[in-house]
């Protein structure tokens, strides 16, 4: 099955500072990839579908200036929790769509084993 | 963005007994996908759900899409400690949102021997 990969699997950083994480498709080409934070014991919660070559587009209430997202290439996706405080600490995950049996526009999703960001 | 109800958020079960998760949409779904996620984990696609009234085995899971595709169930026989999880449904976005998916709130299983 398609693999993802994302790096690092947990960073702790001083307030104030930026944290990048990557977000890799490794055995196949990804257009879109979304990036969705999880707070302990809750569900996923979807930020923004990151577009090769375009720019993210946010779900409402994201912030697009605090969380940067860039995907460069068809294999790689990027965010960068900027000016990092405490209530930004999470796990954040990224997912890799790859083309299901369904029919037009019927994807399926393969995450990354996740980030877990903390902010002291 | 799309909600997706998933209910109940925590079922406790002892080995062997049955468990079942339902989610609702209040719009009808294109598809509907369910994924699990291991303590510590990360979600992983389990199945798809496209055609009105479909029905789907796995082993013991057993998935199934409402004839209105508003609801779907997923349910498990005979659980294992091996199930042990949060399950969640999700539905995907409309129009402008195509291609995102949207969770529900998961449900967590706990199995105990």
């Known amino acids: 099955g398609a693999v993802v990969s994302q790096h690092p699997s947990w960073v702790i950083c001083k307030s104030g500072t930026s944290v990048k994480i990557e977000c890799r498709s490794l055995?196949?080409?990804?257009?879109?990839m979304f990036w969705y934070r999880q707070f302990p014991k809750q569900s996923l919660m979807l930020m923004a579908t990151?577009?090769?070559?375009?720019?993210?587009?946010?779900e409402q209430g994201v912030e697009k200036d605090k969380f940067l997202i860039n995907h460069a290439s068809l294999t790689l996706s990027t965010l960068t929790v900027t000016s990092a405080h405490p209530e930004d600490s999470s796990f954040y995950i990224c997912s890799a769509r790859s083309p299901g049996t369904g029919g037009v526009g019927v994807y399926e999703q393969y995450f990354g084993p996740g980030t877990r960001l903390t902010v002291t | 963005g799309q909600q997706v109800m998933q209910i109940p958020q925590y079922q406790h079960v002892q080995e062997g007994e049955d468990f079942t998760t339902y989610c609702n949409s209040s719009?009808?779904?294109?598809?509907i996908q369910w994924y699990k996620q291991r303590p510590g984990g990360h979600p992983v696609f389990l199945i798809q759900?496209?055609?009105?009234?479909e029905v789907k085995k796995q082993k013991r899971l057993t998935f199934q899409f409402g004839e209105a595709k508003k609801n779907s169930s997923l349910h498990i026989t005979a659980t294992q400690t091996t199930d042990v999880g949060t399950y969640f449904c999700a539905g995907p976005g409309r129009g402008s949102t195509l291609g995102r998916l949207y969770f529900g709130r998961g449900t967590q299983l706990t199995v105990w021997p």
């Open positions: 759900l496209v055609k009105s009234g």
């Open positions: 990151s577009n090769e070559g375009s720019k993210a587009t946010y």
């Open positions: 055995d196949f080409q990804a257009t879109t």
């Open positions: 719009t009808t779904l294109s598809n």
